[in-house]
């Protein structure tokens, strides 16, 4: 069955960089985007960007152009995400997903805390 | 980018009751690319519904989805007690993917 494992929860304190990685396991690992989610204590989801991890190639959305960096490592089927520079507002739930062009995102990790805090 | 807007912000009912949740997008949204997810609290969001109408594996038929354009519906035709949660609607045909804000589902 298909399952992406994400790595656990971390503290940092504001201005540091933050890597969380998703491993996918149960499907083909380069035939489908991971994009990654986030959201806030209390507040609702909001989309990050995707990697294609058969090119590598990588969207983002505007607001996280320059601060958040998304790669894979097709060898170890794992997806990554890092955040720098940490600010305050940047605490929150970060979850990878599979996407498909038809169904969308339908398969969730479990999702990872980052609490920045000085 | 694509703006969402979810209504009610809440929703209070009582189990075996109907729930209808609306989906209101600033500009056209392909039905091919909305979807429908809830979730609960500490879980990862679930997808209910795809491509405005069709539901996800293992999702049960008291939920459909309908609408197209702007205006998407999510129907729960009878409320069971695992369903009062958070759901939030969702557009996947055009960067940047947003989300609604959400409805929170709640026991009356």
């Not at chain 2, 795809?50 to 989805?65: E, K, N, V």
């Not at chain 2, 702007?70 to 729960?76: N, S």
Request: aromatic share 12%.
């Amino acid at each position: 069955q298909v399952q992406l494992v994400q790595s656990g929860a971390e503290v940092k304190k504001p201005g540091a960089s933050v890597k969380v990685s998703c491993k996918a396991s149960g499907y083909t690992f380069t035939d489908y985007y991971i994009h990654w989610v986030r959201q806030a204590p209390g507040q609702g989801l909001e989309w990050m960007g995707w990697i294609n991890p058969n090119s590598g190639g990588t969207k983002y959305a505007q607001k996280f152009q320059g601060s958040v960096t998304v790669t894979s490592d097709t060898s170890i089927s794992t997806a990554y995400m890092e955040v720098n520079r940490l600010r305050f507002d940047d605490t929150a739930v970060y979850f990878c997903t599979r996407g498909e062009v038809a169904a969308g995102l339908e398969y969730w990790g479990q999702g990872t805390l980052v609490t920045v805090s000085s | 980018e694509i703006v969402l807007t979810q209504s009610p912000g809440t929703l209070s009912l009582s189990p075996g009751e109907r729930a209808t949740l609306s989906c209101r997008a600033s500009q056209s949204v392909s039905s091919t690319y909305l979807a429908w997810f809830h979730q609960k609290p500490g879980q990862a969001p679930r997808l209910l519904i795809y491509g405005a109408s069709s539901r996800a594996t293992g999702i049960p038929d008291r939920f459909s989805g309908s609408g197209s354009g702007t205006d998407f519906t999510l129907t729960i035709s009878r409320l069971e007690p695992e369903d009062f949660a958070m759901y939030y609607c969702h557009q996947y045909g055009t960067s940047p993917l947003t989300f609604g804000q959400g409805t929170r589902l709640e026991i009356k």
